[in-house]
Structure formats: structure tokens, C-alpha cells
């Protein structure tokens, strides 16, 4: 039978990628330097290949170290698996859950969902991580995840999906600039009638900022404006400060204090929405659990 590398061998090859520092990926891994240093060198031993160059400031990953370095986490995540569905079996429920959510939906849906989840399943600890689309789906993809809640449209391929809820948009705009509000002769928001670079969006990387364009139907990019937010709050202040216009979820809209602005709102036609979804890894051996945590979800949404 044929020798194959340890478990704790492939984790601490993809904690060094995480860092790129011996020292740092070694206290991660609650080891000493010299144990880890020899553990990363008796893998390449073992494959007889060399999957990093050591400089004394930095280690640099071979072409060949970063191919295995990402099936040495396919690897441990299936057998992080493989654990998880022992305790799922004997216990469902209990554990270990971590959840990525992005920041457009963390601080309006958490306050609702966190108690509606302790009180389904009490025996359940949760982690909750936030991050943009693109960090949480490869965090999800690399086993550092459970599950993902984000918003559709947004590509996220070998997963499997539930739609929870649709969140429709709203127009908004300080309401005491002199300006009438650009309407098309079926009542609908006309922003091809907007000032130039007026539109004021998310930074790059918020699937919101892509849902957003995808509502306005621009015929001119120049609509957009140079300069975006971090977070919806920074979007309300500055349309508040009259530096433009903005789109905002309706899931945000009470948490993000319009009461105390100038802004007035619109709601955008109904087909202009985005779909609150959860998701995890394709054909996860946790299906029904997760099936049945989205239920919960479902409902602390709505």
C-alpha cells in the first residue's frame, strides 16, 4: 500500500500559504517553528518535489506548490467532512457552524437570525464571518466555510442553492434640492435623465454595486459617479449631503436612520431586485441540515 502524506502535514502546507511566514503559519498551527519547518520539508521529501523557496524574508510558493497546496485543502476539507457528518448523524445540530455572510446583508439580517438560530438549535455554535462575494465563495469552496449567504445575480458555480427572499429596491435622494425626481411616463425612475456622474454607488467588489446598474438600465456610464462607498451608511450620508443619488436594498431601510435625513425614497419596479440565497458546497453530505437551517433562515427574514 502506498505511503501518503499525513493530515496534519497537508494542513500545515496550506497555513504557510495562508501566510507565507513560517513563524506566523507555525503559531497558527499551535507548533513550534523548527516542528513545522520539518514537517513542510519531510512532505517535500515524501513527494519528492519541491513546493516552496525559502528566502530569510519571505517563502515563495513553486508552480507546482500552489497545485498541490490547493488539493491539500480539497483533502482536509473532505475529511473535516467526513467528521462532521459522523456528529451530524449521532447529533444534528451541534457543533460547529461557520456561516459567511456578505456586508450588504450581515448587519441587517444578523439581529434577527442569530437569536432565531440559538433558540432552534441551541447546541449549535456559530461563527459568523463577513466578506464580499468572491472571499466568502472561495473561503466556502476551500472548506473555511459551511455556508454562504449572498445575493443573486452573482455567479458562484459547483454549489448547491436556496433562494430565501426577494429584496427589492429603492430610489433615493435628498428631497429639498429644487430638483424634480427624473420619471418616465410610467411613473418608473428614468436614470438615463440623471446628471452627469451623479448615480453614487459601492465600491467595486459589492455585488450590490452590480445589482444596482443592473436597475438602472444606463444608456451612459458617465451617469456613475467616480467616487463610492464601504458601506450603506456612507452612501446615505453623502445623499444626504446632497453629493448625488443612490439605490438601497429595502432589507437596509430601517436600520440605516433615513428618519433623521433630508433623503427621500422610491420603491423601483418589483422585477428590480436582488434574491437573498444560501448556499453550500455541491453535493454535501450535510444537505438535509442545511435544508432545514434554511428554513429558519427563511422565516427570521420574513
Known amino acids: 500500500m502506498q505511503r501518503l502524506p499525513t493530515v496534519r502535514q497537508l494542513q500545515y502546507l496550506s ?30 521529501t515524501h513527494l519528492d518535489i519541491s513546493l516552496v523557496d525559502r528566502t530569510n524574508r519571505s ?22 467532512e467526513l467528521v462532521d457528518l459522523a456528529k451530524s448523524v ?84 435628498r428631497k429639498d434640492t429644487g430638483r424634480d ?15 452627469a456622474e451623479s448615480l453614487l454607488l459601492l465600491e467595486d467588489g459589492h455585488c450590490l454595486r452590480e445589482h444596482a446598474l443592473a436597475s438602472c438600465n444606463l444608456k451612459d456610464q458617465n451617469h456613475v459617479s467616480q467616487f463610492s462607498a464601504n458601506t450603506l451608511h456612507t452612501l446615505v450620508q453623502m445623499v444626504n449631503s446632497d453629493l448625488g443619488v443612490t439605490i438601497l436594498p429595502n432589507m437596509a431601510m430601517e436600520f440605516l436612520g433615513l428618519n433623521k435625513t433630508s433623503i ?16 453550500w458546497r455541491e453535493g454535501s453530505s450535510r444537505i438535509e441540515e442545511f435544508n432545514t437551517i434554511a428554513s429558519t433562515i427563511k422565516q427570521a427574514i420574513n
Open 15 to 44: 497555513a504557510l500559504r495562508k501566510f507565507n511566514h513560517f513563524g506566523k503559519a507555525a503559531k497558527s498551527c499551535f507548533v513550534s517553528q523548527s516542528a513545522f519547518s520539518t514537517a513542510i520539508k519531510e512532505l517535500e
Open 59 to 80: 517563502v515563495v510558493f513553486t508552480p507546482a506548490g500552489k497545485v498541490i497546496e490547493s488539493q491539500a485543502r480539497r483533502a482536509t476539507s473532505i475529511l473535516e
Open 90 to 173: 449521532s447529533e444534528p445540530f451541534s457543533g460547529i457552524m461557520r456561516i459567511g455572510i456578505i456586508p450588504t446583508i450581515a448587519p441587517y439580517l444578523l439581529p434577527k437570525l442569530l437569536p432565531a438560530l440559538q433558540a432552534a438549535y441551541p447546541k449549535l455554535r456559530l461563527y459568523i464571518r463577513e466578506g464580499q462575494s468572491k472571499v466568502i465563495y472561495e473561503q466556502l469552496i476551500h472548506g473555511e466555510l459551511d455556508l454562504v449567504l449572498y445575493a443573486q445575480p452573482y455567479s458562484m458555480p459547483h454549489l448547491d442553492t436556496i433562494s430565501l427572499s426577494e429584496d427589492r429596491f429603492h430610489f433615493a435622494c
Open 181 to 195: 425626481l427624473p420619471l418616465k411616463r410610467n411613473g418608473d425612475i428614468d436614470f438615463n435623465a440623471l446628471d
Open 264 to 279: 427621500q425614497t422610491r420603491p423601483l419596479a418589483d422585477k428590480y431586485h436582488r434574491t437573498i440565497t444560501l448556499a
